[in-house]
């Protein structure tokens, strides 16, 4: 068999893809894995906080996020890779009537969908985040079995389990060209030439473009967000924090405290920021402090080492893109992640695995329906 013959081959080494590749390895597939860059993860991949959570609004998102926690959280147990697992929970405290109820009519859904997720008193809350501020807090919804977890070391215990499994890479390859024949997908890239059986679309930043190449229009366009890091310190509160309410400039921001004792903070901008540029800003320091100290006056003394600039590549809705297109049977998408690759990406993994193998189980069918291709893009998640 030529040296350049697979059975998958999937575009972008990054959140998703990378889990992709292992779970079709593991279905016994011929897996190459294509990206531009000299690494894994080094797109998006590297530039996620961390955060893992089901706390969604949507089937589809919220039982893969529960699969992507089940397998982050026996990692290490299963595979001896340490990835900085914590099981730190996720909170959105509510400090007004109108956003307390939309939480707790949302846990309605979630209920339904099988989280562990519960309404705690302001009291309770301030046990779990001692010294928020107590002005005006009316609770808090808190999902103890969600956690987080170091990108950094989660893209290299991958890209280790995928050479483990056979899977091959070609880094610094940048996708020119895809043609379909009957039985085999041609990928051309800048240096060279491969044939495989399937094609995989986990391009990210670079999904539309790629899209193109098969004929497809997909509604996939980055915007910018940043993030910064503090020293470490002492563990002194529990879970991710969401605070939902917008301010100038700004949607909502979140913060938590990784296993290391570093407190990883990030804003959503309003209105978004479009385009790929990764330059940090004078703008956001300014703009979150204020905010973050002013909810949880702790945070007050931190040393912030560095922050960073990275894209979340968003669909109309706020949900992925995943699936067979219609009439594109050797092509699969694997896009639109919309800031939550990194913990969706364990999930999707096995899923696409299922896909490409006709192995789907039950529940598959419903999942793929929430990340359909040819839906109307017309609703939106709650709390994105």
Known sequence: MSKNIFD??????????????????????????????????????????????????????????????????GMEEESGYDIGWLRNGYSFPAYSEKDEKTLKNLMKIQHEFGLNISWISP???NELVPGINMEGLRGSTYSPEDGSASPLLASNAYYQLCLERGVSFRFGE??????????????????????????????????????KMAGLELPVYPDCHEAAITEPVKRFFGPMVVDMRPAEGSKNYYFYQNNEGQVVFCITPDPPIPGTCSESTSVYFPQIARRMVKLYPRLANLKVRRSWRGQYPMTPDGFPIVGFPENLPQY?????????????????????????????????????????????FSGTEAFK
């Open 8 to 73: 998958v081959i999937i575009i972008g080494a990054g959140s998703v893809g990378l889990p992709a590749a292992k779970s079709l390895a593991e279905k016994k597939m011929r897996v190459l894995v294509l990206d531009a860059q000299a690494s894994p993860g080094q797109a998006n991949a590297k530039k996620a906080i961390g955060g893992i959570r089901a706390t969604h609004s949507d089937y589809g998102k919220i039982r893969i996020s529960l699969r992507s926690i089940e397998i982050f959280a």
């Open 123 to 125: 009291e309770k809350y």
């Open 174 to 211: 940048k996708v020119t060209d895809l043609k379909f024949n009957k039985d085999s997908v041609e990928v051309t890239t800048d240096s060279d030439n491969y044939s495989s059986h399937f094609v995989v679309n986990a391009a990210g930043n670079e999904a539309r473009e790629v899209g």
């Open 332 to 376: 699969f998408n694997l896009v639109g992640m919309c800031g939550q690759g990194f913990m969706l990406g364990p999930g999707l993994g096995e899923l696409t695995a299922r896909c490409l193998t006709a192995t789907k189980n039950d529940d598959d069918d419903r999942i793929l329906a929430s990340f359909a291709f040819n839906r109307d």
